[in-house]
């Protein structure tokens, strides 16, 4: 891990949208949102100083990879070659491994107005995973959004998912359970006691996974069995058809006081769903969070995709480009 101190960066624009990113882990550190009284709101999960992201185990704004969420045992079967990972969260390798991209020193590519580009090579074998992988993050601020986009090519077949691990509360402190939260998901992932997926999707309808409507976080939170194995939810939810092209919002969020609405689209085809269930004592710009304190909401592909059926979604082979964006708007009420 590199000795000289971590790079910051801010981007600003005229509606009064600011965030704030650091190369170590190409990482989101805070998100400023105009209200309509003309005050701004800070909606991101952040610590206070960059050393403490370097102990943080919350995953803070970081970017995620080489494989978003989490491999089975650590390993996987491709094209006849079993690869063995690196585990990181008991047998299983969770976020790409103990040494995944949100512990890299990313370097620093074109830098304009309104965005920033962050890039990494990633060494043949790095965590188990095959062959080079040469990835990009750019973050881009619009009027009323920040885009981040992805890209990747990797000169041997390799899972890849790249995500974003910000938390936010719209509220700008307290839980994030009085937040209202829209998915458009007909399907969910239920899972084991490890939080590794069971055989087959399953219907939301008639389940506290139901977020087709409007539901407030709060209002089913341990209802079930499914939710007390994760301590609330950790789920991963398959992104219905339009909301996988990016052409409609895949999440809608809304904040306990009505007063800001976060929209996420992306062009991933699934969506995990964590409300900050491990959050506990995790350093914050003032003292610690708490359970509950953000929520993230990662596109990706689904945890353990590399050891399922239509694996092959997954796989990047050399002279494919992995390209995939997340868009997060907000709207001031």
Not at 240 to 269: I, K, Q, W, Y
Not at 284 to 306: I, K, T, V, W
């Amino acid at each position: 891990m590199s000795t000289t101190p971590p790079r910051i960066f801010t981007l600003s624009n005229a509606r009064g949208l600011e965030i704030r990113l650091m190369d170590q882990g190409a990482t989101w550190l805070s998100c400023l949102v105009p209200l309509a009284d003309g005050s701004r709101r800070e909606v991101l999960l952040g610590c206070r100083t960059p050393e403490d992201y370097l102990v943080q185990k919350s995953f803070l704004g970081a970017t995620i990879g080489r494989y978003a969420n989490r491999i089975a045992g650590s390993r996987f079967s491709l094209d006849g070659q079993e690869h063995s990972l690196t585990p990181s969260q008991g047998k299983h390798c969770l976020h790409g491994g103990p040494d995944g991209f949100d512990r890299r020193r990313w370097s620093v590519g074109e830098i304009t107005a309104d965005s920033i580009t962050f890039t990494l090579d990633s060494p043949a074998g790095d965590q188990g995973f095959p062959g080079q992988a040469r990835v990009s993050a750019l973050y881009r601020l619009e009027e009323d959004s920040v885009t981040l986009e992805y890209r990747a090519e990797v000169d041997a077949p390799c899972p890849l998912s790249l995500t974003n691990h910000a938390y936010f509360n719209l509220d700008g402190d307290g839980d994030v359970l009085g937040h209202s939260l829209r998915l458009a998901a007909s399907r969910y992932l239920p899972v084991d006691a490890d939080l590794i997926p069971l055989a087959a999707p399953a219907p939301v309808t008639g389940t506290s996974f139901d977020f087709l409507k409007a539901q407030t976080i709060g209002s089913r939170l341990l209802a079930d069995e499914q939710q007390k194995i994760a301590r609330g939810y950790d789920h991963s939810f398959l992104l219905d058809e339009g909301s996988r092209t990016g052409c409609e919002a895949a999440a809608e969020v809304r904040s306990a006081d009505t007063r800001l609405s976060m929209r996420l689209f992306t062009d991933h085809p699934a969506l995990q769903f964590y409300s900050g269930n491990y959050l506990d004592g995790t350093p914050a710009r003032d003292g610690s969070y708490g359970r509950y304190a953000g929520l993230a909401l990662e596109p990706g592909f689904p945890p353990d995709a590399p050891n399922r059926a239509a694996a092959e979604a997954c796989i990047l082979r050399p002279g494919t480009v992995y390209r995939h964006f997340i868009r997060f708007q907000f709207l001031a009420e």
